[in-house]
């Protein structure tokens, strides 16, 4: 009987430890999707991965500093610096795994150069894409910047608008709805995705492969060594969710390593 109980024991043991669970949090596309792509991977590994969407890019870091969740995928390493520094927060990066371009959208012109005087743009809301955005402008020569090298310029930084553009700044999230209503959209590719634009056909312009925009899985200090996230690092990084990103996201996406 001791036998007995003590194998029982020993295969109950072993079952809670191959059903480690490890909550991260993603926005929707293509996070979530490379996430769940890599699920039957990591249950293979002894790690049951539950993913939670989210469509905002604050309460993902938020929830993993107050430990109610494991790790996140959305941001890349100059809005996570931003967010620290900003929150108190001190949440590390583990992993690159993408990069998503921003790019610039409108439905009522086909070139960048048919932007009309006075015209209404709208760009990111937060510090770092809403530089981000600037400097994209920058380099296509729609705006001139004070410096063209800081990712945290804002539009009390334009020194040169010869064509009167109006700004706005909305949150993230929420630009693609109202690509209608404006003449330019700076639009974050996950949410272009989302709202149904390819960004390879339709950005008017977009960042190029030199960007330094990864997107990166982030977790606590105190995390960032466990099991689960290192599992989870190393089935982020296989030549099979390499070739994933490629096949569906046709460039839209592009592997970071």
């Known amino acids: 009987m001791k036998r007995l109980l003590a194998a029982v024991a020993a295969v109950a043991a072993f079952s809670a430890h191959a059903a480690e669970t490890l909550t991260v949090a993603a926005t929707p596309v293509p996070h979530a999707e490379i996430l769940e792509f890599v699920k039957p991977a990591l249950a293979k590994e002894g790690v049951d991965l539950k993913v939670k969407v989210f469509t ?22 100059p809005y996570l610096d931003e967010f620290n520094k900003a929150k108190g927060t001190h949440l590390v990066s583990v992993a690159g795994v993408h990069l998503e371009p921003l790019g610039a959208y409108s439905n009522k012109l086909k070139k960048l150069d048919e932007l009309p005087s006075g015209a209404t743009v709208v760009i990111p809301n937060d510090a770092t894409n809403g530089g981000r955005a600037l400097l994209l402008l920058d380099k296509a ?63 008017l312009v977009i960042e190029g492969s030199d960007s330094p925009y990864v997107n990166i899985l982030v977790t606590r200090e105190d995390n960032k060594d466990s099991d689960a996230v290192k599992k989870l690092v190393a089935a982020l990084h296989t030549p099979e969710v390499k070739k994933f990103i490629e096949e ?10």
């Open 141 to 203: 020569g729609v705006i001139k910047l004070k410096d063209n090298t800081n990712i945290l310029s804002t539009v009390k930084d334009i020194t040169g608008n010869d064509k009167g553009l109006k700004f706005r700044e909305l949150e993230a999230a929420t630009i693609p709805r109202v690509l209608t209503q404006v003449d330019l959209a700076l639009i974050n590719t996950n949410y272009a995705l989302e709202a149904k634009l390819n960004p390879e056909k339709d950005a």
């Open 248 to 257: 569906k996201y046709k460039g839209a996406v592009k592997p970071a390593f």
């Open 56 to 77: 905002d890019y604050v309460q993902p870091n938020v929830q993993v500093a107050e430990k109610r969740l494991d790790a996140n995928f959305f941001q890349h390493q």
